[in-house]
């Protein structure tokens, strides 16, 4: 599918209604794109590429967890390798758009961590990732011919496009390295925690057999739903014998088939990396916006469960993640509980427009995504993923959740 033609070759009143169309579009793709993409952070888990079974000490789930909560690798670097695959139709290039506008980016530069994050929603991605302790942690995203960094050093964060030659430059807020360490993301660490943040009495945790990822010995902890009626299958997180540190995060849907996302190092050391490796000074030449808020890095570097780690164990908090997530969306409530929870939220419009209003490659990606449904509540579309499901009725109402389309009207005919 082409992507959209530059507001360049239409006219002024052209370019206008295209502008206004992606906005309105933007607007209704957030449970999908933006939501969509937090949620699967919940939990993610592939099969494990294991290169040999080493022969470890028998150790419980519980055990195990505990070793992750007491986890500390102040100083690290190493390769990951992030594949997400959430069955998106291919669009193009247009998902660049649509996510960038979601996240909304109030300045446009390409070097914005808030927008050129979201290009790991898709594909596969090679990332550079380095850290020493809570002052310094630096990701690179390696593209063709290009390379993105996101580097944290002190007070200052600093977002970096080589091909666009823009720097993005944000103040870490006062105080945060004090109050909770801060983790470099992306990385098989940041979406362990985010998923033993589901655990409760609804999940099945267990240790099963062992596994060697980026020549490290390593645990197999498996996480799954014990509810039907949601889409996550089971999540699969190598976890290093010595360390604790999660090398390897996959999850595996209940449909089968493959990983919706896999993030693994292929590649790890825990020695001290150099100092130079957090410097940077804008290229001659290149344009720096400034973060006006002051704290768009913030969400980047911070991470980790927000339960408590009483006695090394973590005790994390039922819903808690919809929690956090809600703090983004005005009126958004959470119904139902664990792994099948749905966040439903009011848009205060009318409901999604089909592709035919929309029209152009924008509608066309529109129609392929959504399923017309009613029930009691009236009728509207189901977005659907490998993963996330959001339901947008007529009069506005959304439903999102890693749960099926019968469950999203379940929870509509109910509200």
């Not at 964060?157 to 091909?163: E, K, L, N, T």
């Amino acid at each position: 599918m082409a992507p959209y033609e530059s507001d360049d070759s239409t006219t002024a009143g052209e370019a206008d209604d295209l502008r206004a169309g992606r906005r309105k579009a933007a607007r209704y793709v957030v449970p999908v794109a933006v939501v969509g993409v937090a949620a699967a952070t919940i939990g993610l888990v592939p099969a494990l590429a294991d290169s040999g079974d080493p022969d470890l000490p028998k150790i419980s789930a519980q055990q195990l967890i505990d070793k992750i909560a007491k986890s500390d690798v102040q100083q690290m670097s190493g390769t990951v390798k992030i594949t997400t695959d959430l069955g998106l139709p291919n669009l193009g290039g247009l998902e660049s758009s649509l996510t960038s506008g979601a996240a909304g980016s109030g300045d446009g530069s390409s070097a914005d961590p808030t927008s050129k994050l979201t290009e790991l929603a898709s594909g596969t991605h090679t990332l550079r990732v380095a850290a020493d302790g809570q002052d310094r942690q630096k990701l690179s995203l390696l593209e063709n011919a290009a390379e993105y960094s996101i580097i944290h050093n002190g007070k200052d964060v600093w977002g970096y496009d080589s091909q666009s030659n823009e720097v993005y430059h944000s103040t870490a807020p006062a105080g945060a390295e004090k109050q909770q360490k801060e983790d470099v993301p992306a990385t098989p660490k940041d979406l362990t925690k985010d998923a033993l943040k589901a655990v409760d009495d609804t999940t099945s945790v267990t240790v099963e057999g062992t596994a060697q990822v980026a020549g490290r010995d390593a645990y197999r902890l498996v996480i799954k739903p014990k509810q039907s009626g949601s889409t996550v299958g089971q999540i699969t997180v190598a976890v290093d014998s010595k360390t604790g540190l999660p090398l390897k995060f996959t999850l595996t849907p209940a449909s089968g088939g493959a990983a919706v996302v896999d993030a693994g190092f292929t590649q790890v050391s825990f020695a001290k990396p150099s100092a130079s490796t957090f410097d940077f000074t804008p290229p001659k030449g290149a344009k720096v916006t400034e973060d006006k808020q002051g704290d768009h890095a913030k969400g980047h570097f911070e991470g980790g469960p927000k339960g408590d780690h009483k006695d090394g164990k973590f005790h994390g908090k039922p819903g808690k993640p919809d929690e956090d997530l809600a703090k983004g969306l005005d009126g958004l409530n959470v119904i139902g509980k664990g792994w099948n929870s749905i966040a439903t939220f009011d848009t205060g419009g009318k409901g999604m427009p089909s592709g035919s209003e929309v029209g152009g490659n924008l509608g066309g990606f529109l129609d392929s995504l959504g399923d017309k449904v009613s029930g009691k509540f009236g009728s509207g579309t189901v977005f659907k993923t490998r993963l996330i499901n959001a339901l947008i009725t007529d009069n506005g109402k959304v439903y999102v959740g890693a749960v099926s389309k019968d469950a999203l009207v379940e929870a509509a005919n109910a509200g």
